[in-house]
């Protein structure tokens, strides 16, 4: 499978958008282009890629 590295189009989420849409998922859509401090998609890897504060 290519990688294409097509980001999802809601500001705050870092996952991949699905290869017949602009986001990764039905939530990311219904945000739309509005910014949240953490994106709440349900890929796990999406909450998990941000560090902590503090951290290097």
Do not use: N, V, W
Not at 12 to 25: G, L, N, V, W, Y
């Amino acid at each position: 499978m290519e990688d294409k590295g097509t980001k999802c189009a809601h500001p705050s989420c870092q996952c991949d958008a699905q290869e017949d849409s602009s986001f990764c998922s039905t939530y990311c859509e219904g945000q739309g282009k509005t910014a949240d401090i953490l994106c709440s998609c349900g890929h796990g890897h999406c909450g998990e890629s941000r560090m902590p504060e503090g951290a290097e």
